[in-house]
Nanobody, 124 residues
Framework: VQLQASGGGLVQAGGSLRLSCTTS????????VGWFRQAPGKEREFVGR????????YYVDSVKGRFTISRDNAKNTVYLQMNSLKPEDTAVYYC??????????????????WGQGTELTVSS
């Protein structure tokens, strides 16, 4: 499955932005989708994921209460709504997918498919 992340941009601190992850080819409904981010000079880190089975979500502590992942299987799209953005949220954001993925899936190695990334810059 091919993934494409989009929606990045420049936002002021405290602002909001919504990223999208779309797929072409196979339907998205059986894929758990995760969001990761990578700041300059840092390793790629887990942000959150939404399960394929019941749309259960799980987030890293640093974004809980600010970020929300949702999915629209009819549109083959997963969203990452980001509110109350902080400069430390600046990174390239990637979506990833794992077919019938179960569990926390909070590691890069948990996913077989990756999008190309979209850049978010939060200015102070």
């Amino acid at each position: 499955v091919q993934l494409q992340a989009s929606g990045g941009g420049l936002v002021q601190a405290g602002g909001s932005l919504r990223l999208s992850c779309t797929t072409s080819g196979r339907p998205f409904s059986t894929y758990t989708v995760g969001w990761f981010r990578q700041a300059p000079g840092k390793e790629r880190e887990f942000v959150g994921r939404i399960s394929w089975s019941d749309s259960n979500t799980y987030y890293v502590d640093s974004v809980k209460g600010r970020f929300t992942i949702s999915r629209d299987n009819a549109k083959n799209t997963v969203y990452l709504q980001m509110n109350s953005l902080k400069p430390e949220d600046t990174a390239v954001y990637y979506c990833a997918a794992e077919n019938y993925g179960l569990g926390l899936l909070n590691k890069v190695s948990s996913y077989d498919y990756w999008g190309q990334g979209t850049e978010l810059t939060v200015s102070s």
